[in-house]
Structures are given as structure tokens and as C-alpha cells.
T-cell receptor, first 115, second 113 residues
Framework: GAVVSQHPSRVICKSGTSVKIECRSLDFQATTMFWYRQFPKQSLMLMATSNEGSKATYEQGVEKDKFLINHASLTLSTLTVTSAHPEDSSFYIC???????????FGQGTRLTVV | QQQVKQSPQSLIVQKGGISIINCAYENTAFDYFPWYQQFPGKGPALLIAIRPDVSEKKEGRFTISFNKSAKQFSLHIMDSQPGDSATYFCAASIAGTASKLTFGTGTRLQVTL
């Protein structure tokens, strides 16, 4: 399967600051990338879908101005959490699919803690 | 609205036993049903997946059973091992792809010695 590198694995930030999370495909051209959010002991909830070179499509209830997604190339997508609040503390996971979209490959996740 | 319901929430199985996790879906447009394994602090990893044109798929110790009429599918882990202890998620998507997966609520499996 594809190798997906997500960075950082853990980050602690102060309330009001912004945090950028990177998701890189090391050996696969990712035409579509997904960002999920997972609260402790809960399921993964899709936040947004992005196609290379296009604006991201956000799921209902996800603030696009707060969670900025950039899918600048076939190998890199970034999620920026702006003006972070403690309730944004969560586990964020990226996933990607290729041209045939037959399987989703997930990153290792980023544990965000806002203090 | 929870489109994919998963049970049980947690499961304890003895080493060598069979672990069974069940999922039910509502959206009849779903046509791709993967199972993911997730260890603490890690992203999910695909275990096995099935499409509605078959009723069963087996890969090693892992088997998916699929009942289209009942809109249910299940994961069977044969000869369960302590290393299988993890959280398992079923998922579903539309159009035969892995796009926009809808995940179940997860099952925490513990395999005891």
C-alpha cells in the first residue's frame, strides 16, 4: 500500500494560535485527500475532501474558515487549524486515494492539544 | 444520523478463539465495505474489504460475511491472537471506491492469553 507521512504526530499549542498539519504521500499520486477527526474512543468523522488543485469540500458543520485545507500537489495536503480553542483538541487523520480510488491509505494521525 | 451501526462496543476473546464484529448499514447506495484496524495513537489500516457482489471474502485469518438483503456485514477473526488486540472499524462508501468513508462506531477487541 501507499506510504502516507503525517506530521507532526503530536502538537501542543496555546489558545488563539494556528497549527498546520502536513500529510504527504511518499510513493503515490493522491488525486483525492481526506481529513478526518477522531475524539477519544470515538469513530472517525470526515471533515473535508480535497482534490489536487481544487478547493476543499467541507462536511456539514465543519467551519471552512477555521479548518483551512490546501491540496497544492498530488503528494501534499495541509490542514491548518486557525485560532485554536481547547475544544479543537482531537486526533486528526489524513487519508488519500489515487486515480482508481479503490483503497484509502491513512496517515498516522496528529494529536492536537490546545491549552 | 448514524448510517453504519457497529456492535459490540467492546469484546474480550481468549487466545485461539473467534472474534466476531457486526455492522449494519442503512444506505442501500453503499457498495464498498472495508474493515480497518487501529492501534492506539495510530491511523487506521485496511484489513479487508468486500463489495456486494460476493457474500464472503477470506484473507488469512480474517473473513468478511456480507448479507445484502439484511444490509449487514461482519468480520470474523479466526484463531485470535494477543497482537490482534486493537480497535476495529467497519466502514462503507458509495460508488465502489474508498471515497468518503462512513465509519462505524468501533469495537475495542482484547485478546487474552
Amino acid at each position: 500500500g501507499a506510504v502516507v507521512s503525517q506530521h507532526p504526530s503530536r502538537v501542543i499549542c496555546k489558545s488563539g494560535t494556528s497549527v498546520k498539519i502536513e500529510c504527504r504521500s511518499l510513493d503515490f499520486q493522491a488525486t483525492t485527500m481526506f481529513w478526518y477527526r477522531q475524539f477519544p474512543k470515538q469513530s472517525l468523522m470526515l471533515m473535508a475532501t480535497s482534490n489536487e488543485g481544487s478547493k476543499a469540500t467541507y462536511e456539514q458543520g465543519v467551519e471552512k474558515d477555521k479548518f483551512l485545507i490546501n491540496h497544492a500537489s498530488l503528494t501534499l495536503s495541509t490542514l491548518t487549524v486557525t485560532s485554536a480553542h481547547p475544544e479543537d483538541s482531537s486526533f486528526y487523520i489524513c487519508a488519500l486515494t489515487g486515480g482508481r480510488n479503490t483503497e484509502a491509505f491513512f496517515g498516522q494521525g496528529t494529536r492536537l492539544t490546545v491549552v | 444520523q448514524q448510517q453504519v451501526k457497529q456492535s459490540p462496543q467492546s469484546l474480550i476473546v481468549q487466545k485461539g478463539g473467534i472474534s466476531i464484529i457486526n455492522c449494519a448499514y442503512e444506505n442501500t447506495a453503499f457498495d464498498y465495505f472495508p474493515w480497518y484496524q487501529q492501534f492506539p495513537g495510530k491511523g487506521p489500516a485496511l484489513l479487508i474489504a468486500i463489495r456486494p457482489d460476493v457474500s464472503e471474502k477470506k484473507e488469512g485469518r480474517f473473513t468478511i460475511s456480507f448479507n445484502k438483503s439484511a444490509k449487514q456485514f461482519s468480520l470474523h477473526i479466526m484463531d485470535s491472537q494477543p497482537g490482534d488486540s486493537a480497535t476495529y472499524f467497519c466502514a462503507a462508501s458509495i460508488a465502489g471506491t474508498a471515497s468518503k468513508l462512513t465509519f462505524g462506531t468501533g469495537t475495542r477487541l482484547q485478546v487474552t492469553l
